[in-house]
């Protein structure tokens, strides 16, 4: 079974500073793709930033960033100059049966507290 | 806004019973996808179908079944309800299987 590894239960970051959170996972396949969402209070399932396992290059939205590291199977999220509107649940997700099927597994999630 | 619809926003029903919820995916979305979030279990792939055939199964109970209409939209039937049903219930949709998925606002259901 693919399993989804957030290490981080909580995390906390003051606004405008970094914060960086971890995700490992499982797969047998070699091209898939890999997704954060994030989980504000309202329960809306947010797309946060997509990475293609075939890209070498990390991928960036605006203040998002990933560093995914495919041999060791690590994706993790960088959140940039943090904003209150930040805090949330994190999970990561990897489309791990391959692009064929699209099923995502989730991890258990890493809330993420942004102080002022 | 995601594009997807689901309906209703919360359904309280009672154990034994059965519920339909109901998913329409952003248009020109041909997949689409049901998850179970709860306490215990986290968020959970149920099943997906693909221009109104089933591609894929996950934790999906016998209990439940759902399928994929014409128009696209879809259904999830859940019968003989049981507390442990309680739940949100997400629908999301993508262009092609394996694309990335939008997520609609999810249906909350309690079973009492």
């Known amino acids: 079974a693919q399993t989804v590894t957030q290490s981080q239960p909580e995390m906390s970051v003051q606004e405008a500073e970094t914060v960086t959170l971890s995700c490992t996972y499982d797969?047998?396949?070699?091209?898939?793709?890999l997704f954060w969402y994030k989980q504000p209070p309202s329960r809306q399932m947010i797309l946060v930033i997509r990475?293609?396992?075939?890209?070498?290059q990390n991928a960036t939205e605006n203040r998002f960033s990933v560093n995914f590291q495919k041999a060791a199977k690590s994706f993790s999220l960088k959140i940039s100059d943090s904003q209150l509107g930040d805090a949330a649940m994190y999970f990561c997700?990897?489309?791990?049966?391959?692009?064929?099927?699209?099923?995502?597994?989730f991890g258990q999630g890493t809330i993420l507290t942004v102080h002022p | 806004d995601s594009g997807v619809t689901q309906t209703p926003k919360h359904l309280i029903t009672a154990t034994g019973q059965r519920v339909t919820l109901r998913c329409s995916p952003r248009?020109?979305?041909?997949?689409v996808y049901w998850y179970q979030q709860s306490l215990d279990q986290g968020l959970q792939f149920l099943i997906q179908?693909?221009?109104?055939?089933?591609?894929a199964k996950g934790n999906i109970l016998e209990r439940f079944s759902a399928q994929q209409f014409p128009d696209l939209h879809s259904e999830l039937n859940l019968s003989s309800l049981e507390l442990g049903d309680s739940a949100l219930y997400f629908c999301?949709?993508?262009?092609?299987?394996?694309?990335?998925?939008?997520f609609g606002p999810g249906t909350r259901l309690t079973v009492l």
């Open positions: 997700a990897p489309n791990a049966g391959g692009t064929s099927y699209g099923k995502l597994t």
């Open positions: 248009s020109g979305d041909l997949s």
């Open positions: 179908y693909y221009n109104g055939e089933e591609r």
């Open positions: 797969t047998s396949e070699s091209d898939y793709y």
């Open positions: 990475q293609e396992a075939y890209k070498q």
């Open positions: 999301a949709s993508s262009v092609d299987p394996g694309d990335t998925q939008y």
